[in-house]
């Protein structure tokens, strides 16, 4: 837990909406920075020619004194490892010091003073405790965490981080280390930014940016694009995946605002995305690697047309749950099963439709086209009874071209009910008591659309 100076800027950005009078100036909203301050053991370590609390204090010095000439800033004090001696430490050794209040500059310079390295460093737990020290979470809120190692307590920072941005709070980390291994950085590659302590331009950089208020949120869009790639589609699940822990992290319905614009999304800006958007069949993003405090377009080619698969209204239409299945026209794979008299989105293109009806309807090559619905109609259904006088097997087969296609198979009830397609039929079927194939009965019928048909077998 050795060679790290770490500073962590977490940004509050508040949603507050300002009421503007005619002729008014608006009074400057004040920033609240939080000190976190490790006092842990580790850090009586030697670094250059003196202590690493001594290059910490030096370095806190700085920054109080830099941001204490903006006037609109308040501050408060932190310290973490600094009343429970190490070993064994306590790892809830965590209190604020000295809260937000005006003119408070030179007691927390003071306490910074006093402070020996003396416990453990929690990292996490100071971390998710430093939420709770502002006064208002409606203004502009950043914390800096000044310490020589990393977590000592089991705890995860990048958990940590993912827990305040639960809470709206959005990290702006940067990292200035001494010395570090590879290894060592990549222990904090959630967190932030990496600078190097020795290079003399890290502390200006983020000065000047903290002076600035330029910590701002990560921000992202997903525009769908339509035939014209204009982002105009929407209404359709967005999932955003972690690719390097193969997980996904945030699950949104697409929105368009009001302005007809595809919706912002406040987003954590340290993983790599890839994003997919649920459409059918579903579209995929590239890898992203969003760039912190800034805003992100993702496009993604979505154009979408709508198919429609109905029937007139029929006698026999409500006991008849008829779906279609459809299928990718290369691959085959079944992209999605559709209810009759329903309608679905699909990406354009050609699709193969199987309609799950007795007998089954095939339409292929059928074209979705940009915002328009294709409408497929197929005949109502007739109804079969087919009745028997005992237990028996059969089938129900369709005449076409003077050649016989299977539709179903008779059960072995006395009483059964089909809704079938119209067209001329034939249906074969022996009992289970006679035990010759010469027993077989055939009985040739139609069915049309809305009418009953009857067919019995007898011995």
Same mark, same amino acid.
């Given at each position: 837990?050795?060679?790290?100076?770490?500073?962590?800027?977490?940004? /509050?950005?508040?949603?507050?909406?300002?009421?503007?009078?005619?002729?008014?100036?608006?009074?400057?909203?004040?920033?609240?920075?939080?000190?976190?301050?490790?006092?842990?053991?580790?850090?009586?370590? #030697?670094?250059?020619?003196?202590?690493?609390?001594?290059?910490?204090?030096?370095?806190?010095?700085?920054?109080?004194?830099?941001?204490?000439?903006?006037?609109?800033?308040?501050?408060?004090?932190?310290?973490?490892?600094?009343?429970?001696?190490?070993?064994?430490? +306590?790892?809830?050794?965590? *209190?604020?010091?000295?809260?937000?209040?005006?003119?408070? #500059?030179?007691?927390?310079?003071?306490?910074? #003073?006093?402070?020996?390295?003396?416990?453990?460093?929690?990292?996490?737990?100071?971390?998710?405790?430093?939420?709770?020290?502002?006064?208002?979470?409606?203004?502009?809120?950043?914390?800096? %965490?000044?310490?020589?190692?990393?977590?000592?307590?089991?705890?995860?920072?990048?958990?940590?981080?993912?827990?305040?941005?639960? #809470?709206?709070?959005? /990290?702006?980390?940067?990292? %200035?280390?001494?010395?570090?291994?590879?290894?060592?950085?990549?222990?904090?590659?959630?967190?932030?930014?990496?600078?190097?302590?020795?290079?003399?331009?890290?502390?200006?950089?983020?000065?000047?940016?903290?002076?600035?208020?330029?910590?701002?949120?990560?921000?992202?869009?997903?525009?769908?694009?339509?035939?014209?790639?204009?982002?105009?589609?929407?209404?359709?699940?967005?999932?955003?995946?972690?690719?390097?822990?193969?997980?996904?992290?945030?699950? /949104?319905?697409?929105?368009?605002?009001?302005?007809?614009?595809?919706?912002?999304?406040?987003?954590?800006?340290?993983?790599?995305?890839?994003?997919?958007?649920?459409?059918?069949?579903?579209?995929?993003?590239?890898?992203?690697?969003?760039?912190?405090?800034?805003?992100?377009?993702?496009?993604?080619?979505?154009?979408?047309?709508?198919?429609?698969?109905?029937?007139?209204?029929?006698?026999?239409?409500?006991?008849?749950?008829?779906?279609?299945?459809?299928? +990718?026209?290369?691959?085959?794979?079944?992209?999605?099963?559709?209810?009759?008299?329903?309608?679905?989105?699909?990406?354009?293109?050609?699709?193969?439709?199987?309609?799950?009806?007795?007998?089954?309807?095939?339409?292929?090559?059928?074209?979705?086209?940009?915002?328009?619905?294709?409408?497929?109609?197929?005949?109502?259904?007739?109804?079969?009874?087919?009745?028997?006088?005992?237990?028996?097997?059969?089938?129900?087969?369709? *005449?076409?071209?003077?050649?016989?296609? @299977?539709?179903?198979?008779?059960?072995?009830?006395?009483?059964?009910?089909?809704?079938?397609?119209?067209?001329?039929?034939?249906?074969? @079927?022996?009992?289970?008591?006679?035990?010759?194939?010469?027993?077989?009965?055939?009985?040739?019928?139609?069915?049309?659309?809305?009418?009953?048909?009857?067919?019995? /077998?007898?011995?």
């Amino acid at each position: 837990m050795r060679g790290l100076i770490v500073l962590f800027f977490i940004l /509050f950005v508040s949603l507050l909406q300002a009421q503007k009078k005619p002729a008014a100036k608006l009074a400057v909203k004040p920033t609240y920075v939080l000190f976190v301050f490790d006092a842990s053991n580790s850090m009586s370590a #030697k670094f250059h020619a003196a202590t690493r609390m001594d290059g910490a204090k030096d370095l806190f010095y700085k920054f109080i004194d830099s941001l204490g000439k903006n006037k609109d800033m308040l501050f408060a004090l932190r310290m973490y490892g600094h009343t429970v001696k190490y070993p064994p430490g +306590d790892c809830k050794d965590s *209190k604020l010091v000295v809260p937000f209040s005006k003119n408070n #500059k030179e007691e927390i310079k003071q306490k910074v #003073k006093e402070a020996k390295p003396t416990g453990i460093t929690p990292i996490e737990h100071s971390l998710t405790e430093s939420a709770n020290d502002f006064v208002d979470n409606k203004t502009n809120n950043i914390v800096i %965490i000044i310490t020589d190692g990393i977590e000592e307590c089991g705890g995860d920072p990048c958990k940590a981080r993912q827990k305040l941005m639960e #809470k709206g709070i959005v /990290f702006k980390p940067f990292i %200035i280390g001494i010395g570090l291994t590879p290894e060592q950085i990549k222990t904090f590659e959630c967190v932030g930014t990496y600078f190097d302590y020795d290079n003399t331009s890290s502390f200006s950089t983020i000065t000047q940016i903290i002076q600035q208020q330029k910590l701002n949120k990560t921000s992202v869009q997903v525009n769908l694009l339509d035939s014209k790639s204009l982002p105009k589609e929407s209404n359709v699940n967005i999932t955003f995946y972690d690719v390097a822990k193969k997980e996904y992290k945030y699950n /949104f319905i697409h929105t368009l605002n009001s302005k007809e614009n595809p919706d912002t999304l406040y987003i954590d800006d340290y993983p790599t995305y890839k994003v997919i958007a649920h459409t059918i069949p579903p579209v995929e993003s590239k890898e992203i690697k969003l760039n912190a405090g800034k805003h992100t377009i993702i496009p993604l080619d979505a154009p979408q047309g709508y198919l429609t698969i109905k029937r007139p209204d029929g006698v026999y239409n409500y006991n008849e749950k008829v779906k279609c299945v459809v299928k +990718d026209i290369e691959s085959g794979q079944t992209l999605n099963v559709q209810l009759l008299n329903a309608t679905d989105k699909y990406i354009t293109g050609k699709y193969d439709l199987e309609l799950l009806t007795l007998p089954r309807l095939y339409f292929n090559q059928i074209e979705i086209e940009q915002s328009q619905t294709k409408v497929i109609e197929i005949p109502n259904a007739g109804m079969l009874q087919v009745k028997c006088l005992e237990a028996g097997d059969g089938c129900i087969l369709l *005449k076409r071209d003077e050649q016989l296609e @299977w539709v179903c198979n008779l059960s072995t009830q006395t009483l059964q009910t089909f809704y079938l397609q119209p067209g001329s039929y034939v249906a074969a @079927w022996r009992g289970r008591s006679l035990k010759g194939s010469i027993y077989t009965i055939e009985k040739k019928f139609t069915i049309t659309s809305n009418n009953q048909t009857v067919v019995e /077998f007898y011995r």
